[in-house]
C-alpha cells in the first residue's frame, strides 16, 4: 500500500507497504490543498516514468533554507521512495513551479558513504494513491 494524508493540523503520513512514515507540514506557504495538487501532479510523473519527488513541507522559498520532501525514483514495476532535505542555497534558481528540475540522481550511499535509507513501492500502489488523491479532492 501507498498512502499520503495531511490533516489540517499539519500532521501528515507516507504509507509505504507495511512501513509508516509521520511528517510535519509547515501550512504558512502552501495549503493543504496545494501540497494535494502537488502530490497528484507527482505521483503522475513517477508512473509515468520520470523522477520525481513528493514536497512534504515547504516555506516561502524566497526566505526559507530548506524544503523536505521524498524523491521518487521509477523503475519497471516499482517506485523507489527517499527522504531528502533540499538546502535552498545550493539551488538559488529554484521555482516551485519546476521543482522536478532539481531532483537529484537516485543515489544508494550518501556522500559518507553511508546506504542512503530507501523503500521500494509497487507502481499499482503508487496508482491506487493517487486515484484516492484525485477522488478526495473530488
Same mark, same amino acid.
Given at each position: 500500500?501507498?498512502? !499520503?494524508?495531511?490533516?489540517?493540523?499539519a500532521r501528515?503520513? !507516507?504509507v509505504?507497504?507495511d512501513?509508516?512514515?509521520?511528517?510535519d507540514? @509547515?501550512?504558512?506557504? =502552501?495549503s %493543504? /490543498?496545494?501540497?494535494?495538487r +502537488? =502530490?497528484?501532479?507527482?505521483?503522475?510523473?513517477?508512473?509515468?516514468?520520470? *523522477?520525481?519527488a513528493?514536497?512534504? &513541507?515547504?516555506?516561502?522559498?524566497? &526566505? /526559507?533554507n530548506? *524544503?523536505?520532501?521524498?524523491p521518487?525514483?521509477?523503475?519497471?514495476?516499482?517506485?523507489?521512495?527517499?527522504? +531528502?532535505v533540499?538546502f535552498?542555497s545550493e +539551488?538559488p534558481?529554484f /521555482?516551485?513551479?519546476? =521543482?522536478?528540475?532539481?531532483?537529484?540522481?537516485? /543515489?544508494e550511499v550518501?556522500? @559518507?558513504?553511508?546506504? %542512503?535509507s530507501?523503500?521500494s513501492v &509497487?507502481?499499482? &500502489?503508487?496508482?491506487?494513491?493517487?486515484?484516492?488523491?484525485?477522488?478526495?479532492?473530488?
Amino acid at each position: 500500500m501507498f498512502a !499520503l494524508s495531511l490533516d489540517t493540523n499539519a500532521r501528515g503520513s !507516507l504509507v509505504l507497504g507495511d512501513f509508516s512514515e509521520q511528517f510535519d507540514s @509547515d501550512l504558512s506557504y =502552501w495549503s %493543504v /490543498a496545494d501540497y494535494r495538487r +502537488h =502530490w497528484r501532479e507527482a505521483l503522475q510523473r513517477a508512473l509515468d516514468d520520470q *523522477i520525481s519527488a513528493l514536497i512534504t &513541507s515547504v516555506s516561502d522559498p524566497t &526566505s /526559507a533554507n530548506f *524544503i523536505f520532501w521524498w524523491p521518487l525514483y521509477p523503475g519497471g514495476d516499482v517506485v523507489r521512495v527517499q527522504n +531528502h532535505v533540499l538546502f535552498l542555497s545550493e +539551488h538559488p534558481d529554484f /521555482a516551485l513551479a519546476r =521543482w522536478y528540475d532539481v531532483v537529484p540522481p537516485r /543515489a544508494e550511499v550518501n556522500e @559518507d558513504g553511508d546506504r %542512503v535509507s530507501e523503500w521500494s513501492v &509497487s507502481k499499482e &500502489s503508487v496508482k491506487a494513491c493517487l486515484e484516492a488523491l484525485v477522488e478526495l479532492d473530488s
